[in-house]
């Protein structure tokens, strides 16, 4: 069966705690601390598998876990880092947060590879807090936590043109005629039951890939019949074929069916119904003896709102290369990069600001100001202040966490220190 959409879970690495020991040697007096630092977790990646082309495997796998980081050791031996997890998808699969629908990644384009969650920092051996005034530290860091999401994969072909329709109108036997793609092709609706892909290649001209849609009908954009399941594909597409029987061999009026379908695609997406079209208009080698052509009455429609019609036999491939030829200029005068969808949710932002306690307090022995919590820590740890941009998001996140306003509530002055975990600065307004 074709998988299209999935929901997993994924979890990154716990950071390995850092070490408290001190050096208990003979002929060493006064050895110290030589707590060693915890090993990193390991990171979620997902990567792109050439070989692939649907979900199937995420639904029997649904949880995805990487390693932990060891604690760190005697003698300043750090602890082992976690084993990354790898996840491989097939191109074209876009990642999303499972509550907000947001995008994290799109695996195609240049997005061969993406880091999603990393794993959490090894904490710090007591070796790093020793001072002056105090020798014998009996602290050490824990490792950071790990990072874990709930995700929707959900598969969106990559193709440049995309065949719609109504059920039965040819969409299969265009595709098998103009590529080497075999779908499916029967006299009963919906024998299309997941999308094919075909390269059409044309002499002296750049190929290009089409996609044949499963048929929509009214009401797939709010979940009726099959073709709902498989619009998110059409998405990717830069130009779409509409097809229609024009003689109507179903019973149907062509020209009702094309706004009838029109209007799922704008119900679905209004970027989707903006997208070019051209009409094919299919099953003309069975006209016979009409006052007025169909293909006609198609063009006195859709002819004035800049929609070509073409009349075809996808059977008998009469008319088929004109379309053709057509579709590939309308290509060529189109941005030639796929689509990718930029990222909405940025998990490191979202898991580090969180309504995890903090404390700040007053340390009369070493006359520092202290701020310390699991929040604090995991700010840290995904923020880089040795960058500009960097230090300024901290700075924001210690104002808007009401941390600068409690620092002034216990009395703190202009040149004072503040220490948080391993990190000491002074205090400026």
Not at 19 to 37: I, L, N, Q, T
Not at 335 to 361: G, I, N
């Amino acid at each position: 069966m074709f998988a299209d959409r999935a929901k997993i879970y994924v979890r990154s690495g716990k950071g390995g705690d850092g070490h408290v020991s001190f050096r208990r040697e003979k002929y060493v007096p006064a050895g110290g601390p030589d707590g060693g630092d915890g090993g990193h977790g390991g990171d979620v990646i997902f990567i792109v598998d050439e070989g692939l082309n649907t979900l199937t495997d995420f639904r029997h796998v649904g949880k995805y876990k990487a390693g932990d980081g060891q604690e760190g050791g005697k003698k300043n031996c750090r602890g082992k880092d976690g084993d990354d997890i790898y996840i491989k998808v097939p191109e074209g699969t876009v990642i999303k947060e499972f509550n907000s629908g947001k995008v994290i990644a799109d695996m195609s384009g240049d997005n061969r590879k993406v880091v999603l969650l990393k794993g959490g920092r090894g904490g710090n051996g007591n070796q790093h807090y020793a001072t002056s005034t105090m020798q014998a530290p009996k602290y050490a860091q824990p490792g950071q936590p790990a990072q874990e999401l709930e995700l929707t994969l959900e598969l969106k072909v990559i193709a440049d043109v995309g065949l719609v329709g109504f059920p039965n109108v040819g969409k299969s036997t265009l595709l098998s005629r103009v590529s080497n793609a075999r779908p499916k092709i029967a006299n009963y609706h919906f024998t299309t039951l997941n999308p094919h892909l075909g390269v059409v290649d044309l002499p002296d001209m750049k190929s290009f890939v089409i996609a044949d849609i499963p048929g929509l009908i009214e009401g797939a954009s709010e979940g009726v019949g099959l073709g709902h399941e498989f619009l998110r594909h059409i998405e990717r597409t830069k130009v779409l074929i509409h097809v229609v029987d024009a003689a109507g061999t179903e019973g149907r009026d062509p020209i009702t069916d094309i706004y009838a379908i029109n209007a799922e695609l704008a119900n679905y997406s209004e970027e989707l119904a903006r997208k070019p079209q051209v009409i094919a208009a299919n099953k003309t080698d069975a006209i016979y003896d009409l006052e007025e052509s169909p293909v006609e009455q198609l063009r006195k429609e859709f002819g004035p709102k800049g929609i070509e019609v073409f009349p075809i036999s996808a059977v008998s491939g009469k008319g088929v290369n004109e379309l053709l030829y057509h579709v590939r200029q309308m290509l060529d005068g189109l941005d030639e990069k796929p689509t990718v969808f930029e990222q909405e949710y940025f998990p490191e932002m979202a898991l580090a600001v969180s309504d995890e306690p903090y404390t700040v307090t007053y340390d009369e022995l070493e006359q520092e100001y202290v701020v310390e919590g699991p929040r604090i820590e995991k700010m840290l740890g995904y923020t880089n202040l040795e960058s500009e941009k960097g230090f300024a998001f901290f700075q924001g996140f210690l104002k808007d966490a009401g941390i600068l306003d409690k620092l002034e509530e216990l009395g703190i002055q202009e040149g004072d220190t503040v220490r948080m975990y391993g990190l000491s600065f002074d205090y400026y307004k």
